[in-house]
């Protein structure tokens, strides 16, 4: 089995997102970047599948952010190959136009499976997964908790809302939106990512940035507002904590 | 006619000759055994070291000769040295005996043990008889009527037979020794003497025995003894005796390093008994199966799935079968077969079994470097995963930016230098928990206004600065260890310092004794420099920097951290701040070297709690503060101490009787600085519906001036 593996970067939430002066995009020039979360799932099952099933496994990540260290990361988890989609600019682009530089770089492969995380932090919709697939001509499944590879091929547990699973066989070729693999993505030791650092190549393409519509446009991005009746709690800990106390006492949920 | 050893007395010359027979089958077989032992520890890898000649010798003789590791256990001690010289003992005079009769007497015609030096000879050779069988019995009593729980391993690797054998075998050849020297003596055809108390005395029972009873008896319970010392001699290397070997070996090979510096293993850590160094093989051999660690082991003490003894006894066991597989130390392949991941895991590295060990096995370094292994196949618990992504992303393991690593200072009304600028005389290794902990920021902040009260000129290495490693290391992950290092040495590097401080044990640990890597001089530091804030405040008061303004009549006992005392001998700076303050120092009975972990060393802080065990080790500690009857506070020199005890005397329910205070927070409260220290304004304690502690309040003698009194008590 081939599998080809998405992995995006996002910008990390543990520094407060800026938003640029036009007010309708985030300030990415500040950020730093780490990998998509449900992308780092879709890796790990696909390393899963690889020792349970046998696999070759290669990675696709398009070029900006902290990608290299994510690579390097990937690769010390065993993957067989690392394609990096170069940039034009530093920029991420539109979901749209990412899914055509992806899908540019995932055809030669000729992939039985395409694993991708079913969401992004910094994306509308997870509208990545499923525009893939249609640029690959694939059928595409969401939010997949967990993919089994077995006798009667390959298995997905799709989640639905009201934590309804779905137990499904799926028809290879396609396209996978991951959201959580059978186990969380293993722990990395920093010898083997220091290893790989030496031993690995990228195979690097240059990303053709397609002319394309944006599908949606952003008028206005912002900071949530306060609601009428939400009190932000202000000042030092101890003051935090004690307005904390006394709203649990005044509500009667602490006596 | 003067009295002489007639040491072949009424034995044929046939079995003396049989007797130099069996001595040499004797001897080859003892050779092969311990060179089949030596062999198994060259399986090992090779371990560079320091090597120096006279601290070997030194613990040779002051750990081996007289034992002095025992010390802390005076029935063990006296029982170990009783048989150990007791054996020696006799078996030196069993070797004079031969030279004065087959080469003194045989060769140059004269015999040195008559007369004088002859009773002198039976004399000594009486009491340390006695002395063997009082200790075999001591050690009989214990293990077969007491049963400490540390004696029942269930690893043992030649089963418990083992030590019966021992114990059976070395009664037999005393007891036959005493009834043969009886036997001669009653026959009459000796000099009658009381210079042989034993035989002396034996020899009466014997008295209604006809003369040739007596001698035909006496061949029997000659050939007896000496066919059992014979045995004896050639089963040492295939027992438990053989520590009688292994043990001073092991002594005297242990590396003269710092406890507190981690030997470099294999990247990949040990998988299998090979990836172990010779000398930590060695080790294995070297183990007596007395079980002290497992005593001391906190972790077995609070149900923990670990028994240090257990894992140097299976390690043991593979290392036999590694080598009767194919001698090349491939015997094992998997780290799950040297010791399963939740015994590996289990441990806190506190080193309290270390510390005890009478033959200075290094276990949590055997522990560590297996956990390097299943680190290495990324086999880490959930919580440690966390802490190491966390460090290896953000240089800290809250999982929090870098830079609100001084966010702490914000509301700090003392200035504090940005070490990366500006030079200073005392930089701040401030560490994780003291700059992150939302609990420990208070107790931090009380520490910044004391330095700055002694008038220290004091700086911090903000974002800089990075997890020290310390217990990224004893994960077991040396690779982000080194990643860290590197990167607080080049930061080091760049300011510009008098010495190093840090309110963490841990901290202070890797700082001094790590940051250098092997074989080279430190480059951005030299380890003296690296004091932990306890020493510092012990030096302010004694300078007078810090002035004492009232007397602190609390009651207090005082928790040794184990990166503190145990691994860098610190114990007496903090009890003599205690004693400056006027506060009553009372011990608990686990203090000094023999202090119990709170559990969070080793990266045990980051692991989910397990399930099934009996209590937290804190929550053991705490009971153990609480059974001293009036202590009210428990005093610790450790971040991680403050918030392991606050959370145990909550969960144990005795808030109100036992408050867990910072030592930097009673120093602030005893020189009047410390706002924050005061209990009113301690979250923890003014928490509302928590029902204020009755010894909350502080209660300041207030005294006329400060004066000597308050001067350091030496402990």
């Known amino acids: 089995m081939k599998i080809a593996v998405v992995l995006r970067q996002v910008p990390d939430l543990i520094e407060p997102l800026e938003i640029v002066g036009s007010g309708n995009a985030l300030d990415l020039d500040g950020a730093s970047f780490l990998v998509n979360e449900s992308d780092d799932h879709a890796l790990e099952q696909a390393i899963l599948l690889k020792e349970s099933a046998g696999a070759t496994v290669d990675v696709v990540a398009l070029d900006f952010g902290d990608v290299d260290n994510t690579l390097y990361s990937a690769a010390a988890k065993g993957v067989d190959r690392l394609i990096k989609i170069t940039l034009e600019d530093d920029k991420p682009p539109a979901p749209k136009a990412a899914a055509a530089m992806l899908a540019q770089a995932i055809g030669p492969i000729e992939a039985d499976l395409v694993l991708i995380g079913c969401q992004a932090h910094d ?133 | 006619m003067e009295a002489f050893r007639d040491t072949f007395w009424n034995t044929p010359h046939w079995a003396e000759y049989a007797q130099y027979a069996l001595g040499t089958l004797t001897v080859l077989i003892f050779a092969a055994g311990v060179f089949w032992r030596v062999n198994k520890w060259r399986l090992g890898r090779a371990e560079p070291g320091p090597w120096s000649l006279k601290e070997r010798i030194v613990s040779l003789v002051r750990n081996g000769l007289f034992q002095w590791r025992l010390s802390s256990d005076p029935f063990a001690t006296a029982m170990h040295l009783m048989i150990f010289w007791g054996m020696v003992l006799l078996a030196i005079g069993t070797a004079v005996a031969t030279v004065d009769w087959d080469v003194t007497k045989l060769f140059f015609g004269f015999q040195f043990l008559k007369g004088v030096t002859y009773h002198a000879f039976e004399l000594i050779l009486d009491i340390f008889g006695v002395l063997l069988i009082l200790g075999l019995g001591m050690a009989m009593w214990r293990r077969y009527v007491r049963r400490p729980a540390r004696l029942a391993t269930p690893e043992v690797p030649r089963g418990s037979l083992d030590s019966a054998y021992l114990l059976g075998i070395l009664m037999f050849i005393a007891v036959t020794g005493f009834v043969a020297e009886g036997l001669r003596i009653a026959t009459g055809e000796h000099i009658q003497t009381a210079w042989a108390p034993i035989g002396y005395g034996l020899a009466g029972l014997f008295a209604p025995m006809s003369v040739g009873a007596m001698k035909t008896t006496y061949q029997f319970v000659w050939w007896a003894h000496a066919l059992a010392a014979f045995t004896f001699i050639a089963s040492v290397p295939f027992t438990k005796a053989f520590h009688l070997i292994s043990s001073p070996v092991n002594l005297f090979f242990k590396t003269p390093t710092p406890p507190g510096r981690l030997a470099t293993g294999l990247e990949e850590g040990a998988a299998k008994i ?111 995963q966390d802490a190491l992504m966390n460090i290896q992303r953000y240089g800290n393991s809250f999982g929090q930016s870098g830079r609100k690593r001084a966010e702490w200072t914000k509301d700090l009304d003392v200035p504090i230098k940005d070490a990366r600028k500006d030079e200073v005389d005392l ?103 690296v004091i932990h804030y306890a020493v510092l405040l012990d030096e302010l008061l004694r300078d007078r920097k810090l002035k004492p303004l009232r007397r602190l009549a609390y009651r207090v006992t005082y928790h040794d951290p184990c990166y503190l005392g ?150």
Not at chain 1, 137 to 155: E, F, I, M, S
Not at chain 2, 324 to 336: C, D, E, L, V
Not at chain 2, 360 to 383: F, K
């Open chain 2, 274 to 384: 090979g990836d172990f160094t010779w000398r930590q093989l060695l080790q294995l051999d070297a183990c007596t199966w007395c079980g002290k660690c497992q005593e001391a082991c906190p972790a077995h003490a609070t149900g923990f799935p670990l028994a240090p003894n257990n894992v140097v006894q299976r390690l043991d066991g593979l290392l036999s079968t590694a080598a009767k597989r194919n001698g090349k130390g491939n015997g094992q392949s998997n780290g799950q077969a040297m010791a399963p991941a939740e015994t590996l895991w289990a441990c806190c590295t506190c080193r309290a079994c270390e510390e005890v060990c009478p033959v200075m096995i290094e276990q949590p370094r055997l522990i560590v470097d297996m956990r390097r292994h299943l680190v290495y196949q990324g086999e880490v618990d959930e919580g440690v």
């Open chain 2, 566 to 715: 145990r691994y860098n001998g610190i114990y007496d700076a903090p009890r003599r701040v205690l004693a400056a303050l006027g506060t009553k120092l009372v011990e608990m009975p686990r203090h000094g070297p023999n202090s119990f972990c709170c559990g969070a060393g080793g990266g045990r802080l980051w692991m989910k709690d397990t399930p099934g065990i009996e209590e937290r080790p804190a929550e053991a500690r705490i009971r153990e503060a609480l059974a001293l009857g009036d202590v009210e506070m428990f005093v610790v020199a450790c971040p991680k101490d403050l918030g392991m005890f606050q959370d145990a005397v909550k969960t144990v329910g005795a808030e109100d009787r036992l408050r867990v205070v910072d030592l930097a927070e009673l120093v602030a409260e005893a020189t009047e600085s410390a706002v924050e220290a005061r209990p009113e304004l301690r979250p923890d304690l003014a928490a509302p519906g928590v029902p204020r502690p009755v010894t909350a309040e502080p209660r300041p003698e207030r005294i006329a001036q400060a004066t000597d009194e308050q001067q350091v008590e030496g402990d």
């Open chain 1, 123 to 255: 994306e509308l919709q997870g509208a990545l997964g499923p525009v893939l697939a249609l640029k690959l001509g694939l059928p595409y499944l969401g939010v997949v908790r967990g993919v089994t590879a077995g006798d009667g091929g390959l298995q997905a547990c799709k989640e639905f809302p009201g934590a309804v699973m779905a137990r499904m066989n799926v028809q290879l070729p396609a396209v996978l939106g991951i959201l959580a693999a059978e186990s969380p993505p293993r722990y990395v030791p920093v010898s083997r990512i220091r290893a790989a650092m030496k031993s690995t190549q990228f195979d690097e393409q240059p990303g053709a940035a397609e002319p394309t519509e944006p599908a949606v446009v952003v008028r206005r991005m912002y900071h949530p507002e306060p609601a009428e009746r939400a009190e932000m709690l202000v000042g030092s800990e101890a003051e935090v904590a004690g307005r904390i106390a006394d709203i649990l006492i005044e509500r009667g949920i602490v006596k």
């Open chain 2, 427 to 529: 930089l701040w290794f401030v560490g994780d928990f003291a700059s992150f902990d939302q609990r420990l920021r208070d107790v931090t902040r009380t520490t910044a206004r004391l330095f700055h009260q002694a008038g220290l000129d004091v700086g911090i290495l903000q974002q800089a600065e990075q997890n020290s490693g310390n217990d990224v290391r004893r994960v077991g992950e040396e690779g982000l260890f080194e990643l860290v290092r590197e990167k607080n040495l080049d930061a080091l590097g760049k300011a510009t310092f008098r010495r190093i401080v840090t309110t963490d044990p841990h901290t202070y640990n890797t700082l001094k004794n790590e940051y250098i890597a092997d074989g080279e001089e430190n480059p951005a530091f030299d380890p003296a420099v």
